[in-house]
């Protein structure tokens, strides 16, 4: 049975030896865009999958790769978090360089003010870049709902949507306004809400793309559909890790429906190894086990700007496949330019990714195909 919202009081894990403790310990800490560093997770790491041995290399891919995108479209979600300090958000330079090779972009998110400062910014970069900010709360299924309304009323189609928002979890549970917990809600049901809500644009695009960010902690992941909110028992780590898991397998059975159904679209995933942003002060904050280890492991950081590689190779390069994963392939994949990422047996379930499709269309009231 499907967990719904408000079921219950909720137990907090405690912090313990636990192998996921243990990871985490090792992990990259505070401001990583993909917390999935540390002696553990590299230790971990999976390699390719069958179905991606044999495939070329990905040589030396940069920004300065991505094609002119004049004349299309682009969606980044969380694309607010421009540089303060030495962090940014993957989401802002996402945008940055989609608008620099010419496409008209949309940054969506919940707070206006660093919203409209992103665009501002991207704009004095990039003079006549063509780039706006529009509110969307993704942990609010009626903001998702209200935002693809306008989207559909302003615009014919949409030629790539990037899912890039992301949180992760503080120590105790948090719920959003419709009671889900709030890093699965904004993660994962927010994003998937929304993507069915604009099918119907990026159908009548011309080979459009939908790119899920995942997380190199994607393979400490577990799905398990009768506690997908963790009401039960809650660690703000496995919030994380779950819901990453989560869009990757969204990714793949995406574009499994699109190929079987005829939608026309690619949806591929990617990570961005590991990246100085806000991930971690906006949410366990600077004196978790990550924000801790920090200061002591900053030789693991790479700058935002390449941390977003991966996801604007996914969404522009000629190259990029329909179902592929890609994140950084220097050290360990850790960081770096764009390779393939290994898959995580697990995100290869094809049976429980329906289920979760399914569970997912009945939470966030959206089918695929038809608006509901």
Known sequence: MTDKPGDGPVKTKASGLSRRS????????????DVGGGIAVMANRP????????????????????PSLRGRSALVTGGNGYPVGDRSGLGFHDA????????????????QERGEQAVRRIKATVPGASIRFETLDLSDLASVANFAERMRASRGSLDILVNNAGVMGRKNREVGPNGFERVFATN??????????????????????????????????????????????????????????????LAFEMQRRSAAEGWGISAI???????????????????SLEGRNHRYMPFLFQPPAQGALPTLYAATSHQAAAGGYYGPNGFLGLGGLPGWAGIPEKADDQQVAARLWATLEQLGDVTFGRIG
């Open 22 to 33: 243990f990871i985490r310990c090792s992990a990259a800490g505070a401001g990583v865009a």
């Open 47 to 66: 390699p390719l999958s069958p179905r991606q041995q044999g495939l070329p290399r990905i040589h030396d891919w940069t920004a300065a790769d991505i």
């Open 96 to 111: 940055l360089q989609l608008a620099r090779a010419g496409a008209a972009v949309i940054i969506a998110s919940r707070n």
């Open 188 to 249: 994962t049901l927010g994003h998937f809400a929304l993507t069915a809500r604009l099918l119907p644009l990026l159908r009548e695009s011309k080979s459009p793309r939908v790119v899920w960010v995942s997380s190199s902690r994607s393979f400490m992941g577990a799905i398990k559909l009768a506690d997908l909110q963790l009401a039960q028992v809650y660690d703000y780590g496995a919030a994380y890790d779950n819901s990453k898991l989560a869009n990757l397998m």
């Open 269 to 287: 995933a990617s990570h961005p190894g590991i990246a100085r942003t806000n991930l971690v002060p906006d949410g366990p904050g600077l004196d």
